[in-house]
């Protein structure tokens, strides 16, 4: 094989002078004035017009093109982040699923990404059905999403289960919720989590109940795990699932379950859902990635809810902190209406005793607020409301 030819002395610089220039222009793009700002839970994104600078640094188009200047928010940790650098899976993610934003370049503390034209779902339909075309297209994203093949995918944690270790694959879930959400945060929101019926050894209750199946062996895939309306973009009825920060590789039903909850679909199109996704999967040569559904498909459905009840009730109390002024009565009463939910949702898998009403939630919460905890994150720690 021939050896590459000898690299010029002024290859180098030149790269670097060029790599400088994309970093200040990106710099500049970030901190227009007319910057669109689109906020979340875990960054912050600075939509802004690409200009034909940066896209002839970039070498991609500039016609009528926008980027996304997205920046980490400091948060709360409430769900997993195995792979700590978006940008690097969205390097194999949007080789395989062409519509998928990809990341331009990654500056370390902030990133610069292609920008997906359209409207997310979530303002589309933000409530309600969503029509059997949508749900056959996020059957058919699930499916592409199980062929994107593991080599590419980055490096997982040593401690990460082997393609096929279903039941080790839940204990893991269950395990960073209760050591990494629940007991972490025990101490700052104890009294919430018990004056709403939360135990402390709740999810170590769901994981060894005995009468909950024992989970069917299936293969591993790609995950994206937050495929909600927020995280979907539609475009002429196409759509495009966004934001990767939180995918990890593990069992597809996992993937299943947090869209189906997590999209609030009614009891019809929860029922339909499921079965394309079933059809699409089978249909893409995906079918070992269906075995045991019927039984396994409610284990994830439940551990859904249950673990969901901790980061809701911290963020409803964390947002009352967050306002600019003192919360007022309806403040209150919406929070209060948010932990109801999320333990009303959790109290057949976690078996809790009772379920509060959303009078006995908002004495919590004006307890909560008016505490220690509630006083210090209300005087500017910077977290409160991002988890």
């Known amino acids: 094989m021939p050896s590459p030819p000898p690299r010029s002395p002024h290859e180098a610089p030149k790269t670097g002078r060029r790599e400088a220039w994309i970093r200040h222009l ?10 669109q700002v689109v906020a979340g839970h875990h960054n912050i994104n600075y939509v802004v017009p690409l200009g034909w600078s940066l896209a002839l640094l970039l070498r991609t188009m500039p016609f009528r093109a926008r980027v996304k200047c997205r920046m980490p928010r400091e948060a709360v940790e409430v769900v997993p982040r195995i792979w700590p650098s978006e940008p690097e899976l969205l390097a194999v993610v949007s080789r395989y699923l062409k519509e998928v934003p990809r990341c331009f370049r990654d500056f370390g503390d902030w990133s610069l990404h292609s920008y997906r034209a359209g409207r997310a779902l979530s303002e589309v339909q933000p409530q309600g059905p969503v029509g059997e075309a949508m749900m056959r297209s996020f059957a058919e994203f699930f499916a592409r999403a199980a062929a994107v093949p593991e080599a590419d995918l980055p490096p997982r944690p040593a401690d990460w289960p082997e393609s096929g270790q279903s039941e080790a694959f839940l204990r893991w879930l269950v395990d960073f919720t209760e050591k990494r959400v629940h007991e972490p945060n025990r101490r700052r929101f104890d009294a919430l989590f018990s004056a709403v019926g939360v135990r402390p050894d709740a999810m170590t209750a769901f994981l060894d109940d005995p009468a909950r199946p024992r989970l069917t062996p299936r293969p591993f895939c790609l995950l ?27 069992d597809p039903l996992h993937d299943l379950a947090t869209h189906v909850v997590r999209m609030d679909y009614e009891k019809d199109e929860q029922t339909r859902v499921k079965a394309l996704w079933a059809e699409g999967m089978e249909r893409a040569g995906h079918a070992a990635m269906t075995e045991g559904m019927a039984t396994d498909l409610p284990v994830y459905l439940d551990f859904e809810y249950a673990q969901s009840v901790f980061p809701d009730i911290m963020r409803a109390a964390l947002d009352l902190t967050a306002l600019p002024d003192a919360p007022d009565a309806a403040d209150f009463a919406g929070a209060a209406t948010r932990v109801c939910r999320a333990v009303r949702r959790a109290a057949e898998p976690l078996k809790l005793d009772s379920a509060p009403d959303e009078g006995a939630a908002e004495s919590a919460l004006r307890e909560w607020c008016a505490g220690p905890f509630g006083r210090v994150l209300g005087a500017g720690s910077g977290v409160a409301g991002q988890a």
């Open 26 to 35: 990106a710099d500049l793009h970030r901190d227009r004035p007319d910057r």
């Open 224 to 250: 994206h795990t937050d495929v909600h309306r927020a995280n979907v973009v539609v475009d002429r009825k196409q759509l495009a699932v966004i934001d990767w920060e939180l995918a990890m590789y593990g």
